[in-house]
């Protein structure tokens, strides 16, 4: 059957952790009745990890509840803080399954929006889906969507009038954070603006003030800063969770 609505799936994809806490599950009557001390860690173990990850299914089932609610919200979040009557060309990095880009198009018709992500097994999301979501939302003429990456922007040098990222870059620590955002200085046209919603922590990002000393060297300076829960009401697991809240919507603009 030909699918009637958008598909974006969610940030805590289900296959990663259902899997472990079946196995769990399955291994918990050969330790729950033994009396060996080795059997009985063994089963504090298993009962700990199995709330750690049942926890993150509780997760996945309320980003999923009333169709994707608080992801929508969330990314209507961002798109709120898009500054002015946007023209030209945007980029969403780590575009998942295309939501924040296709609510960008909707909000600004008059941009061209170009999706990017690595679209890695680990998650939910593919090329396919973002593109078939585009289409079911009516955004398919101003919406393109292609592999890459945050270390390696595929667009020419001040091209874009605007870049997006909706709690992807913190996913990209296994390589300098910096990195990301000369990528992001060298796409941005001249007075263009990132908005970026994300956790801005020290284990990411090191200290704020520092972070923000280095952008400001490369000329790219806040504008404002939001804590998201000002603006979306995120439930308490999630934010426990690490998955959303706690995070701030930031908006910086290239200047000389």
């Not at 509780?58 to 979040?77: D, T, V």
Request: charged fraction near 20%; hydrophobic fraction near 45%.
């Amino acid at each position: 059957m030909k699918q009637q609505k958008p598909d974006y799936k969610t940030w805590l994809p289900i296959k990663n952790f259902s899997a472990v806490s079946m196995m769990f599950v399955l291994w918990l009557p050969f330790f729950i009745n033994a009396d060996s001390i080795i059997s009985q860690i063994a089963l504090s173990c298993i009962a700990v990890l199995t709330l750690f990850y049942g926890s993150y299914l509780a997760g996945h089932f309320l980003l999923r509840k009333n169709n994707f609610k608080i992801q929508h919200e969330l990314s209507e979040a961002l798109i709120s803080k898009v500054p002015g009557d946007m023209t030209g060309n945007a980029l969403d990095i780590g575009t998942g399954n295309g939501i924040a880009a296709i609510k960008l198009a909707k909000a600004y018709p008059n941009l061209h929006i170009f999706g990017i992500d690595l679209w890695s097994k680990k998650w939910d999301y593919s090329k396919k889906q973002c593109i078939i979501n585009a289409n079911l939302e009516g955004v398919s003429e101003h919406v393109a969507f292609t592999e890459g990456s945050g270390f390696d922007l595929p667009v020419k040098n001040a091209s874009m009038a605007l870049i997006i990222s909706n709690y992807a870059i913190h996913t990209m620590k296994e390589h300098d954070i910096k990195a990301v955002f000369q990528e992001i200085i060298r796409a941005l046209e001249l007075n263009g603006y990132l908005v970026v919603q994300d956790f801005f922590r020290k284990r990411y990002y090191g200290r704020t003030d520092e972070f923000i000393k280095y952008l400001e060297e490369y000329g790219l300076h806040i504008v404002e800063m939001t804590d998201t829960e000002n603006i979306v009401n995120v439930p308490k697991l999630l934010k426990i969770l690490d998955v959303a809240g706690n995070s701030e919507i930031w908006i910086l603009q290239k200047r000389i």
